[in-house]
């Protein structure tokens, strides 16, 4: 039986022409192994505290739900506010940490910094940051930042969360044009049956790497107490 993947309404109404602008981005933050020519839709499932330690899966609907991606949080890594991004033989892609300290003590921001992986495993590149607002009248309504750090772009750009990733109803979109390059949703009967958001699929638009996109929601999941804080 087919199923059509539904984007909730209230984030489709507010980006449904960006999302149908024509874009050659091409942002290969982590690799162009990652970047698709082809518009995509993976699905994330959260995995269970007490079997896997938390953290969650991506796959692939249409490969009989191949393991793409795997994040793990807490309860894998025995540390707090941090989380790693894997492919689906377990290579570590990403590790992406909290900042903290006395720069971020004084700042509007949370920060997180996104590091990629060389081959061999064994350094780190400083990839992306990602800026989360600090409750405060001077943020109010100030959106999560991310902005690309990475050598392999041949522009930086910035990117910001429009949406409230809680609900599963967001995007991530580039700053400058207001396209989107990522949506976050749910699909309509998962959502009548589950009301905990442990199920939910991602659609990423052609040339956006897709461990970024990964990378980036993990620390969604993370800010918002999901399955990496376990």
């Known amino acids: 039986m087919a199923y059509k993947w539904i984007v909730p309404c209230s984030t489709m109404n507010k980006t449904k022409t960006k999302m149908t602008a024509k874009s050659s981005m091409i942002v290969p933050v982590i690799g162009k192994l990652f970047c698709s020519p082809s518009e995509i839709i993976l699905v994330v499932r ?3 505290q007490v079997v896997n330690g938390g953290g969650f899966v991506v796959t692939n609907p249409k490969k009989n ?9 807490c309860g894998v890594l025995g540390k707090k506010e941090e989380v790693i991004l894997k492919d689906a033989d377990g290579t570590k892609l990403l590790i992406i940490r909290r900042k903290g300290g006395i720069v971020e003590a004084v700042s509007l921001y949370k920060r997180w910094n996104g590091y990629k992986y060389n081959l061999s495993g064994s350094s780190q590149e400083l990839v992306f940051c990602l800026k989360d607002p600090k409750p405060s009248c001077l943020n109010k309504n100030s959106p999560i930042k991310i902005s690309i750090r990475s050598n392999a772009c041949s522009n930086l750009r910035d990117f910001e969360i ?4 809680p609900d599963r109803d967001c995007t991530i979109v580039e700053q400058s044009t207001g396209i989107v390059v990522a ?10 049956v589950m009301t905990n958001k442990d199920l939910y699929h991602v659609i990423i638009k052609p040339g956006i790497d897709q461990a970024f996109v990964f990378g980036v929601i993990a620390v969604l999941d993370y800010i918002y107490d999901g399955s990496t804080t376990w």
């Open 46 to 48: 959260n995995r269970p």
């Open 65 to 73: 739900h191949k393991i793409v991606f795997m994040v793990d949080g």
């Open 162 to 165: 429009v949406g409230y990733f």
């Open 183 to 192: 949506q976050v949703g749910v699909r309509k009967e998962v959502g009548q």
